[in-house]
């Protein structure tokens, strides 16, 4: 690699910069998962002797636990001992080595999307020299975020750079023993995102993994943790519009956020992984966990997310309202079509109390998709005064496909107020001739209607993301019509 | 501006139109008449476009242009407008966001610059005045929760607003009362001029003392069975289908 290209590199890859791509890169770990995995994997990340126990005893959890299927999903049974869960970052020359090589289909949504050629080249994991542009962004980045005390980082670097927050935060919110993929990932993660806001700091701008991960892979096992101080502020931005594929079939993601007193987070999601062909065939199984504890008084969080891709979703981002007067938020669009499944929904825990959520679900469901709502809302004892809005919608693209809601209350305090909406509403032939007959077509009705459907969620998302994601909504139900 | 010869339709293997000819010259505004279930709406949706018809003989040149051929949204934009008998409810989908894509849809064929948000709301204000129309309909969902009349008046306000060179009303006026028919008489009316065709299918001879036919046909059994002046009208009203409506010699 020429001098100037490696240097480029580094600056993109914080894996790099640290020198031990070199030992690694050869080697992957055998298939199967046992105590040595975990080892290994601790290992080559050269982690200190408390995270490799976690991991341990993660992993011994887990050899307790089953699979959940209790979710309204269906998919051939995995097998955990087929999986390599450790392999080196893979290297340019695996990839594609020029666009040429990509699969068709892909690009055509590429430019449909109106990603430019450069980024085509990133996202298709073509192996190419970074563009100087990209270098000096992310540059500029990392220096204005580092001059107000942010950490903002991957969460190997943050291992090794400020080991004592992610001690004290790892696991706080999603316990290594909290379910089947939670614990699973909790032993084998590989890498993820970390952030820091310290106290009383408001993040001037959106924190975005796009920016830090680039050109590398950050797994099937990825892991976030973010902290906000007291009155600290951050707004996160995860995933990316453009279709991604990854050879990894199963995706077990964990994302904890902490706020402190009067902080805010506020957690935006674009889902897009390869869903499968028409048949289903080849797409991404992602099963996430995510949670939130407002442990602070006064404490927001709020998670959006707009779900396009993967053949199954499994994700219900969450709340733990344990300050008083916390405000938890969940915003959710979710897409399943041709012969997608999701099943997603929230957990709002009410703890604290005068704790206050808010939770609106729109659930679209076109060919032959399944899309399923489930929820809980618990107001424990101590929860006086508290406020939950749960509006769940669905809307039917053609009469093939499905859309299923169970929403669940639990509610133990007499003073807890709460309100429930729900509607259904189906786009057929009548309502797309309607629209053809006034100049639109197919197409740009249905993007115009579910436009329409999501935008009390796309009025969640930052501005050019909303702009983004309602592109891609087109795009993906493109076809899914007529 | 647009002729049909023999047109022949099917639908669940039912044969619905049965050999129509009709022949709607520029500048004219001709009103089809007929019983319930002989045909008429089935007409209007052919021409429109509507999938699910089986067509087995005949053809219809709009403007010169075989319509046939053309999808429904083409036919939108080369200015074939359908006010439905029933107008569809979209919920979720404001009115206003809804007209205006179908507004610039309908310039951008016609080689036009697209209207933004303020130009289109100051046009939609203003002819949604002359059918007395409440501005407040424009940001609630398409046509949902409309009431009848209302909706009927949608249908009007949109074919005002995209302007098209022929408007094929069916049963525009059912469901209107007395003020909002001359409204939206008023309204149709307005539009009548010579680069323009009309249809009006209707039930009943008052719509057509407000908006005067150059002629008028009875559609029976998939056939038009009789054609005549306005007069033709008023007959049927006195003695109904069964007395009036004997085919032409
Ligand atoms: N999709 C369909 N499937 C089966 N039959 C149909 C279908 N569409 C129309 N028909 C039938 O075709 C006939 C003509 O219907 P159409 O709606 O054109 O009548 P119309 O003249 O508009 O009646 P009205 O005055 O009541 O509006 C009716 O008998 C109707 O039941
Ligand atoms: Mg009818």
């Known amino acids: ?482 | 501006m647009l002729e049909i010869r023999d047109l022949h339709a099917r639908v669940e293997g039912r044969d619905i139109l049965r050999g129509i000819d009709l022949t709607v010259p520029a500048g004219e505004v001709h009103a089809v008449m007929g019983p319930n279930g002989s045909g008429k709406s089935t007409l209007a949706h052919v021409l429109a476009g509507r999938e699910g018809y089986e067509i087995q003989r005949g053809r219809v040149l709009f403007a010169g242009r075989d319509l046939l051929a053309m999808s429904a949204e083409e036919r939108a934009r080369e200015g074939l407008f359908l006010a439905f008998q029933y107008p569809v409810e979209i919920p979720g989908l404001s009115t206003a966001l809804f007209l205006k894509a179908a507004l610039n849809a309908v310039r951008k064929h016609r080689g036009e610059p697209e209207l933004d948000a303020i130009e289109f709301l100051a046009l939609a204000k203003v002819r949604m005045a002359r059918l007395g129309m409440d501005e407040r309909l424009l940001q609630r969902p398409l046509n949902e929760g409309f009431s009848g009349g209302e909706k009927k008046r949608n249908e009007i306000f949109q074919m005002a607003m995209l302007e098209p060179r022929f408007c094929l009303l069916d049963e525009t006026d059912s469901g209107l009362d007395i003020d909002a028919l001359k409204l939206v008489a008023d309204g149709v009316n307005a539009m009548r001029g010579p680069g323009r065709a009309m249809l009006l299918i209707t039930h009943y001879e008052r719509l057509l003392e407000y908006v005067v036919p150059d002629a008028v046909h009875v559609l029976s059994q998939g056939r038009i069975v009789r054609s005549g002046d306005r007069t033709l009208a008023r007959e049927l009203e006195e003695k109904g289908y069964a007395g009036a409506a004997a085919p032409r010699p």
């Open chain 1, 1 to 482: 690699m020429p001098a100037e290209a490696k240097k480029v590199r580094d600056l993109l890859s914080p894996e790099y910069k640290f020198g031990w791509t070199a030992d690694i890169e050869a080697e992957s770990a055998p298939r199967g998962l046992s105590e040595d995995t975990v080892r290994l994997i601790s290992a080559k990340k050269g982690e200190p002797d408390w995270l490799l126990e976690w991991r341990l005893r993660a992993y011994r959890q887990w050899r307790t636990m089953v699979e959940p299927r209790w979710s309204n999903v269906t998919y051939p049974p995995i097998d955990y001992q087929d999986i390599i869960y450790y392999s080196a970052p893979r290297s340019a020359k695996d990839g594609p080595k020029s666009l040429e090589e990509v699969d068709p289909k892909l690009l055509e949504v590429y430019a449909k999307l109106g990603i430019p050629l450069k980024e085509q080249e990133r996202l298709a994991g073509v192996a190419v020299d970074a563009v100087l542009d990209s270098v000096s962004v992310a540059t500029t980045f990392k220096e204005k975020l580092g001059s107000l005390g942010i950490v903002f980082c991957s969460f190997s670097e943050a291992v090794r750079e400020h080991p004592e927050l992610v001690r004290r935060w790892l696991g706080s919110v999603v316990p290594h023993t909290d379910n089947f993929f939670a614990a699973l990932n909790s032993a084998v993660f590989s890498d993820g995102s970390f952030a820091y806001i310290p106290k009383g700091v408001r993040c001037p701008m959106e924190l975005s993994t796009y920016f830090r991960i680039n050109a590398a892979d950050t797994g099937q096992f990825e892991r976030t943790l973010i902290v906000a101080e007291e009155g600290a502020y951050v707004s996160y931005l995860e995933g990316c519009t453009a279709p991604r594929r990854d050879t990894n079939q199963l995706h077990a993601a964990v994302v904890e956020l902490v706020a402190l007193d009067d902080a805010e987070i506020k957690y935006s999601t674009v889902q897009n992984w390869y869903p499968g062909d028409a048949e289903g065939r080849g797409g991404i199984y992602n099963f996430v966990t995510k949670r939130g504890r407002c442990l602070g008084r006064r404490s927001k969080i709020s998670w959006t997310q707009v779900e396009t891709g993967s053949a199954i979703t499994w994700k219900y981002p969450s709340c733990i309202l344990q300050g008083d007067d916390s405000v938890g938020a969940f915003y959710s669009v979710a897409v399943a079509a041709n012969r997608q499944q999701a099943d997603t929904g929230t957990k709002m825990i009410h703890l604290g109390r005068n704790t206050r959520s808010t939770i609106v679900s729109k659930g679209i469901s076109a060919g032959r998709g399944q899309n399923t709502y489930r929820g809980l809302v618990r107001i424990q004892k101590g929860a006086a005064g508290a406020r939950n809005y749960s509006q769940c919608d669905s809307l039917l693209l053609g009469d093939q496909c499905g859309a299923h809601t169970f929403p669940t209350v639990e509610v133990h305090n007499p003073t807890a107020r709460l309100e429930h909406e729900a509607s259904t509403s189906k786009i057929g032939e009548d309502q797309l001739f309607y629209c053809r007959s006034r100049g639109l077509s197919a197409e740009d009705a249905v993007s115009l209607i579910v436009a329409g459907f999501c935008k009390e969620v796309f009025k969640e998302l930052p501005m050019e993301f909303a702009v983004e994601a309602r592109k891609l909504l087109g795009v993906s139900l493109e076809g899914a019509v007529g």
